[in-house]
């Protein structure tokens, strides 16, 4: 496997493993203020199994991947990625506010807030484990970025 498709498919494995974790959270919220308890719980155990599948095939890409430059390519990849999609939440989220009843919330409304809270910790949990290394070219990154779009 090249380096390329090896950042590809890590990229692709953490994307996947953070929806699993974003729909988990989602379905346990959606259990708590369902009226069919049966479906919920259904929904629940397979957003679970699936969680538990993306981690092992995150585990598995990690013996292969043991380049710590690849490794660093691959956190600040990441931080930029969610970076992109946290700039994107004021649409997502609109005007909705954190004050607002979940029991009231449709569920489009209840899996973006999941999705947007979910973000936003990967973010900094990335940020605050990166190495300075890392962190400068995270920084450069972001700065290019920000002038392109200028």
Known sequence: ???QRQLDCALQ???QLA???IAREFARAWQARANAPDEAEALLGEAHRRVLHCEQALAELRVVIDDPRQIAEIKVARALYLRMLLE???TRLQSWSDCESLDDMPKSHLFEWISYDFERL???ELEGSMTEEEAASYTQAID????VRD
Do not use: G, V
């Open 1 to 3: 496997m090249t380096m």
């Open 13 to 15: 494995s953490l994307q």
């Open 19 to 21: 929806y699993a974790r």
């Open 88 to 90: 994107s939440a004021p």
């Open 122 to 124: 990967e973010l900094a």
């Open 144 to 147: 290019t970025a920000a002038r």
